[in-house]
């Protein structure tokens, strides 16, 4: 099975506080994404990851930077944490394939993030 | 930009009974895949079914299947003998198909379906 891991379950941090969310995936997959779920808005991409240090911006990056230095892991860094940030992040992945194939994503658990 | 909206945000059904959720969304693209995900209540989304834009069938996982109009732009899910444990937050997506990049899952805002016993 694949699994995909998220360092918490819940996260409570202050205004300004630099905070990482991090996301290990244990089936090699290529792909990485970060996505923020908020009611009635759905799930919004923030991040994506290719591969090894490369990283495409999604559709809401605006307050959020990223990481991947190892293939398995994923981290999403809020560089000076707002209220507006208070959110449930989902972390996900999938293989990259040839073609034009079907590539699953598999989601991690999320980390409900709150900014006081 | 493809959109994917989802026009019921609560929906509830009795148990054993059968249930149809809507999505509609907006693409130019020809090629493309379209998914229903599950979210129970403090769990992990999974996919519950897909469909490629070219195949006319409509996709069937047990009691789930969809009906796919392609020219109406619509991809509704069915549950049929609903179950408690349907209970969760449904999203409908959309994956443009472009080869190995094809990444981007769009997202509808949910539909929260609430089986009653």
């Known amino acids: 099975d694949v699994k995909v891991t998220q360092s918490s379950r819940y996260l409570v941090k202050r205004t300004g506080e630099k905070v990482f969310l991090e996301c290990v995936q244990d089936?090699?997959?290529?792909?990485m994404f970060w996505y923020r779920q908020d009611p009635g808005l759905g799930l919004r991409l923030i991040y994506f990851s290719y591969d090894v240090k490369m990283k495409e911006k999604g559709d809401i990056p605006e307050g959020y930077s990223v990481s991947r230095e190892k293939k398995e892991r994923f981290s999403l860094i809020l560089e000076s944490a707002s209220t507006n940030q208070t959110s449930m992040y989902l972390c996900?992945?999938?293989?990259?394939?040839?073609?034009?194939?079907?590539?699953?994503?598999?989601f991690g658990p999320g980390t409900r993030l709150t900014v006081l | 930009a493809q959109t994917v909206t989802q026009s019921q945000p609560e929906m509830s059904v009795q148990e054993a009974e059968t249930v149809t959720l809507s999505c509609t969304y907006d693409t130019s693209e020809n090629n493309y895949y379209l998914f229903w995900y599950k979210q129970p209540p403090s769990r992990q989304m999974i996919l519950v079914i897909r469909q490629e834009a070219y195949k006319q069938q409509n996709a069937t996982e047990n009691r789930f299947s969809v009906n796919f109009q392609k020219a109406a732009k619509s991809f509704s899910l069915k549950i049929s003998d609903s179950q408690l444990g349907d209970t969760a937050m449904y999203f409908c997506?959309?994956?443009?198909?472009?080869?190995?990049?094809?990444?981007?899952?769009?997202f509808g805002k949910g539909t929260l379906l609430t089986v009653n016993p």
């Open positions: 997506a959309y994956l443009r198909k472009r080869g190995g990049s094809n990444y981007k899952l769009t």
């Open positions: 996900a992945s999938s293989r990259r394939l040839a073609g034009e194939s079907y590539n699953e994503q598999f």
């Open positions: 089936m090699d997959h290529e792909n």
